[in-house]
């Protein structure tokens, strides 16, 4: 049987093929697929960073961002009394702007630190390695690559992973008469790509309410490899000391609601429609990134916005120390920067974006600063 390829993309006519041969897709197979297939994969062969990709992380909007994680990694390693043989390690660096600004600020603070630590970023993508190792030229003979965080090795460990979690992939489950049904990517009658529901359930006491309490057609996610991920970092965390800072688009409290969603050249794009060219992405859930790390033996922080947490690291003051004496034009693209990051409303991330941080111990660390002895 053949279907129409015309509009499709390449990678979209070889799902096809497999749901063909093999049945519908989970929605995690059809997310993992879109992102990481090695022929026709989103971050295989497109650059999604920056003004010419399809979206634009907060490292490459201002300097600003790296250099307060630069500051939190400081405070970070004051906290827990200036170990040695210390890890600074970055999960998913992207073009390795964050890792570059934030070692900068790491050399000015604590020259100690910056001296003696070894610098580890784990990155899949030979082409973003070349990348990050033009950004970070000046100091490329000091960082190690690796495939997998668990390659990492042993000592204190300062870690940081901005936008990592929204790309790995989720499941959905639909509440049906039947209870939830799994969602997934099949073919409609003409041959194109289309949701439906397949025989799967899950254990509902993994709902934040009862599950006869959820109306029919609401949509549950749950991203059981985002867990395994914070689980393989806890762990580390947990046994050898530090602290693992995350920072991504997403919702403090487990819910419910369809947050799958493809960016296209910096608008919204509906998820079936362009597989391998658009970046796939959905909201993390930090409650379950919390609970994962909480049962490695982990601490964890109360987690609160990327606004709440660049302010409190020194944002608004390093902004205005950065514009000292320079033109209005400049000046203007600074608090045009901060609003961007920190602000609320639309187009900017300070409300959208969240940040969670785990250490090995329950110490107090500017802007988390309660003891950590849960989601408190």
């Not at 944002?315 to 004496?325: K, N, S, T």
Request: overall charge negative; glycine content about 10%; aromatic content about 6%.
């Amino acid at each position: 049987m053949t279907h129409p390829a015309r509009n499709m993309t390449p990678l979209a006519q070889k799902i096809v093929r497999i749901i063909e041969q093999g049945g519908p897709l989970r929605i995690s197979d059809y997310f993992a697929l879109c992102l990481a297939d090695p022929e026709h994969g989103y971050y295989q062969a497109r650059e999604p960073f920056g003004r010419s990709g399809d979206f634009i992380t907060a490292p490459e909007i201002s300097q600003l961002f790296g250099e307060m994680i630069g500051v939190f990694l400081v405070h970070a390693w004051q906290a827990q009394a200036s170990p040695e043989n210390v890890r600074i390690v970055e999960i998913g660096p992207g073009r390795g702007t964050l890792m570059s600004d934030a070692l900068r600020v790491v050399s000015r603070l604590a020259p100690e630190l910056f001296a003696t630590a070894t610098i580890h970023m784990v990155e899949t993508s030979e082409r973003l390695r070349d990348v990050q190792r033009q950004t970070l030229v000046r100091i490329k003979d000091r960082i190690t690559w690796h495939k997998a965080f668990e390659e990492i090795p042993d000592g204190f460990t300062l870690m940081v992973a901005n936008e990592l979690f929204d790309a790995i992939p989720i499941h959905q489950f639909v509440k049906t008469a039947e209870g939830f049904r799994e969602r997934m990517v099949g073919l409609d009658d003409a041959g194109q790509l289309t949701f439906g529901l397949g025989p799967g359930g899950f254990d509902p006491s993994l709902l934040p309410i009862e599950e006869e309490a959820v109306p029919e057609g609401e949509i549950f996610e749950l991203a059981p490899a985002r867990s395994a991920v914070m689980q393989a970092v806890a762990n580390k965390i947990a046994r050898d000391g530090g602290t693992a800072l995350v920072i991504d688009y997403g919702h403090l409290i487990t819910g419910f609601g369809d947050t799958l969603q493809a960016i296209y050249r910096h608008e919204y794009d509906p998820p079936l429609a362009r597989p391998g060219k658009a970046d796939l992405t959905s909201h993390v859930d930090f409650q379950a990134l919390a609970e994962a790390a909480l049962a490695c033996g982990a601490h964890v922080h109360r987690p609160m916005s990327q606004g709440e947490l660049l302010v409190g690291l020194g944002l608004v003051e390093r902004a205005g120390a950065l514009g000292a004496g320079r033109d209005s034009l400049t000046q203007a693209a600074i608090r045009d920067a901060v609003n961007r990051l920190a602000g609320e409303g639309e187009g900017r991330m300070g409300a959208l974006f969240k940040a969670l941080a785990i250490s090995g111990a329950p110490v107090r660390i500017t802007p988390f600063d309660r003891n950590a002895t849960g989601l408190n």
